[in-house]
C-alpha cells in the first residue's frame, strides 16, 4: 500500500523555466510534509518541509504547496537551474511520529 | 568527514549468508534512522534509535533482521540467512534529536546484492 505516491517518474524542463513536481498521499494523519532531493551515488538531502496548519511554504526558489482536502503537494522550483537536476523525493509523517514514509521519487532533468 | 558514513559501500553475498552493515552517524546527533531502496522503489523505513534505544522497530521486515546502536554514535544492521529480495540499498540517516527527524541527514548508502 503506497501511502505516498509520485505518479510521475522523470520530468524534463528548460533552465530558467518552472519545475512542478507533485505528489499525493493516502493517510490523512500525516502531519508533516518533506522534499528530499537525491543526486547519483549520494544520499538524499532535505530541501523544504511545510506542516499541514499551512499551505504554502517558499525558501528561495523552492516553494511547496499543500492541499489538505485533495490529500495532494507540489513542488515548485523557479527558476530552475541545470544543478536542480535529481531525483526528487516526497515524504511524510504523521506528527509525534518518527516514522518518514517516502515516495517512489521523480526524475528531474533541466535542459540548459 | 562531517557526514553521516557507511560501510561497505558494496556487498555482494550468497544466499544464506549473514550481513553486518555499519552506520556512522554525525557526531552530536542522537537520532539514528535505517531505510532500504529496493528497485523502483521509495526509501522503506526500516527502524530508528533516540540515543541506544529503539522505540520503533515496526518497519524490520523479518526476524531475520536486527540492529543495534552502542553507545549513541555507531549502528549495526543485521542480516541473517540472507534471501535474494534482500537486494537493495540500504541508507542510514542522522539527525540532531527527534524534534529533528524532518531534516535528516543522509549517508551514501550500501549496496547489498544477494546472490
Known amino acids: 500500500d503506497q501511502q505516498v505516491k509520485q505518479n510521475s517518474p522523470s520530468l524534463s524542463v528548460q533552465e530558467g523555466r518552472i519545475s512542478i513536481l507533485n505528489c499525493d498521499y493516502t493517510?490523512?494523519?500525516?502531519?508533516?510534509f518533506l522534499w528530499y532531493k537525491k543526486y547519483p551515488a549520494e544520499g538524499p538531502t532535505f530541501l523544504i518541509s511545510?506542516?499541514?496548519?499551512?499551505d504554502k511554504n517558499e525558501d528561495g526558489r523552492f516553494t511547496v504547496f499543500l492541499n489538505k482536502s485533495a490529500k495532494h503537494l507540489s513542488l515548485h522550483i523557479v527558476p530552475s537551474q541545470p544543478g536542480d537536476s535529481a531525483v526528487y523525493f516526497c515524504?511524510?509523517?504523521?506528527?509525534?511520529?518518527?516514522?518518514?514514509?517516502f515516495g517512489t521519487g521523480t526524475k528531474l532533468q533541466v535542459i540548459p | 568527514g562531517a557526514g553521516v558514513s557507511q560501510s561497505p559501500s558494496n556487498k555482494v553475498t550468497e544466499k544464506g549468508k549473514d550481513v553486518e552493515l555499519r552506520c556512522d552517524p554525525i557526531?552530536?546527533?542522537?537520532?539514528l534512522y535505517w531505510y532500504r531502496q529496493s528497485l523502483g522503489q521509495g526509501l522503506e523505513f526500516l527502524i530508528y534509535?533516540?540515543?541506544?534505544?529503539?522505540?520503533?522497530k515496526s518497519g524490520l521486515p523479518s526476524d531475520r533482521f536486527s540492529a543495534e546502536r552502542t553507545g549513541g554514535s555507531v549502528s549495526t544492521l543485521t542480516i541473517q540467512r540472507t534471501q535474494q529480495e534482500d537486494s537493495a540499498v540500504y541508507l542510514c540517516?542522522?539527525?540532531?534529536?527527534?524534534?529533528?527527524?524532518?531534516?535528516?541527514?543522509f549517508g551514501p548508502g550500501t549496496r547489498l546484492t544477494v546472490l
Open positions: 534509535f533516540q540515543g541506544n534505544s529503539a522505540p520503533d
Open positions: 511545510i506542516s499541514s496548519i499551512k
Open positions: 515524504a511524510a509523517r504523521p506528527g509525534g511520529y518518527q516514522k518518514v514514509t
Open positions: 540517516a542522522s539527525s540532531f534529536g527527534t524534534s529533528k527527524v524532518n531534516e535528516q541527514f
Open positions: 493517510n490523512s494523519m500525516f502531519d508533516y
Open positions: 557526531s552530536g546527533h542522537t537520532a
